[in-house]
């Protein structure tokens, strides 16, 4: 049976773009230390001589326990794998974020991963007026230039299987989500996540509800930004109060919010992660995580910065699904006892179709 989601996406909000006029904080460079990269094992094939990988965060910083923080490790294992040094700039607002990319490329850098959609634009930017200079953006395939690699995920795919697991586990029959701010990366885990909802509603004769996101409208619940405040929580709030009794906040570290409304609120509400395994890499909340949508950053950006290091760079987009396991969902873990016992079958049989286009899972923000 086939089911898709809807309609025209909600334009993404990339008019946020960063003025090359904000300062640049300090950026780093690190060899050889416990934690980082290990610069002691040779390389399997020889590195390109010279060859210094870096790195630009967005506002949700290398220590966000999700996308920033995954992206950054991914360089630190290639930089290790290819005996190499690398250089890393952490923007903590907006407006640095074209500074950072111009530090780094005054630094020497020879490839710069920029991490997330609003960097697009200083990207794009950057590598036109430095053609010497290759770039990898994640999240954002809207650069054709043959300097740029893009790393994209449809991770709608993923978030498919998250939502049908939340249905499943409801007990009020009211999941929710909400987001960071209205981009397609974010939206694209919100549009699955509903579907598969209204999948599992097909396949059970159920009726649970999505609050916090409509997928006809594309409107839904976003706190402005990706930081982890009153917003955030209030957000939460307003969904806890609505019956949800599982939450999917959609932006690094705004779930760390959702978390304090949860154990607030004194009720029985499990939360589903995004891009991380949360149940593994957050600091606090743990027990309270159904599962995770799991976006690959992590082994994506190490392969491609490897090869680029051994000298086969290209600019052909790598997008991240089921089937190359760029995009998945994490182990029940705590909540294993607590699912139904059949759920992990129906879910494989899910991925399995959507893999063999049985079952169609498209977003309005699906890559192309």
């Known amino acids: 049976m086939k089911k898709s989601l809807s309609m025209l996406a909600t334009a993404a909000a990339a008019t946020l773009l960063l003025a090359a006029c904000g300062q640049a904080p300090e950026t780093s460079t690190t060899s050889a230390s416990p934690g980082?990269?290990?610069?002691?094992?040779?390389?399997?094939?020889?590195?390109?001589?010279?060859?210094?990988?870096?790195?630009?965060?967005?506002?949700?910083?290398?220590?966000?326990?999700?996308?920033?923080?995954?992206?950054f490790e991914g360089l630190q294992e290639?930089?290790?794998?290819?005996?190499?040094?690398?250089?890393?700039?952490?923007?903590?607002?907006?407006?640095?974020?074209?500074?950072?990319?111009?530090?780094l490329i005054d630094q020497g850098c020879s490839l710069v991963t920029t991490v997330g959609f609003a960097l697009a634009d200083a990207t794009k930017a950057a590598a036109e007026?430095?053609?010497?200079?290759?770039?990898?953006?994640?999240?954002?395939?809207s650069i054709e230039l043959p300097n740029v690699k893009p790393i994209i995920y449809d991770t709608a795919q993923a978030a498919f299987l998250a939502g049908y697991a939340a249905a499943s586990y409801s007990q009020t029959g009211v999941v929710g989500t909400f987001g960071g701010m209205q981009?397609?990366?974010?939206?694209?885990?919100?549009?699955?996540?509903?579907?598969?909802?209204?999948?599992?509603?097909?396949?059970?004769?159920a009726d649970v509800k999505v609050v916090g996101w409509d997928v006809d409208k594309q409107t839904g619940s976003f706190t402005g930004g990706f930081e982890a405040n009153d917003t955030a929580k209030q957000l939460a709030n307003t969904l806890i109060t609505q019956n949800a009794d599982v939450l999917l906040p959609v932006g690094g570290p705004i779930f760390?919010?959702?978390?304090?409304?949860?154990?607030?609120?004194?009720?029985?509400?499990?939360?589903?992660?995004?891009?991380?395994?949360l149940f593994e890499t957050a600091d606090s909340g743990t027990e309270l995580f159904l599962t995770s949508i799991l976006k690959q950053m992590k082994s994506g950006v190490n392969d491609v910065v490897t090869q680029a290091g051994q000298g086969q760079f290209d600019a052909t987009p790598y997008v991240g699904t089921l089937e190359n396991d760029g995009v998945g969902?994490?182990?029940?873990?705590?909540?294993?006892?607590?699912?139904d016992p059949g759920l992990q079958s129906e879910l494989e049989a899910i991925k399995a179709g959507i893999i063999d286009g049985s079952i169609e899972v498209v977003s309005p923000s699906s890559p192309k």
């Open 256 to 277: 760390i919010s959702a978390i304090e409304a949860i154990k607030d609120s004194g009720k029985d509400i499990a939360m589903i992660g995004v891009d991380a395994d």
């Open 183 to 205: 981009f397609p990366t974010v939206t694209i885990f919100m549009d699955g996540f509903a579907d598969g909802v209204a999948y599992y509603n097909e396949k059970k004769s």
């Open 129 to 141: 007026a430095n053609t010497d200079v290759d770039f990898v953006m994640l999240d954002d395939s």
């Open 329 to 339: 969902i994490a182990p029940f873990h705590d909540f294993e006892d607590k699912v």
């Open 36 to 71: 980082a990269s290990e610069t002691t094992d040779a390389p399997d094939t020889a590195t390109v001589d010279g060859f210094l990988p870096c790195i630009v965060s967005d506002a949700g910083g290398f220590d966000d326990k999700s996308f920033n923080q995954s992206s």
């Open 78 to 103: 290639a930089a290790a794998t290819l005996g190499v040094d690398f250089k890393q700039a952490q923007s903590d607002t907006e407006d640095q974020y074209a500074g950072n990319i111009s530090s």
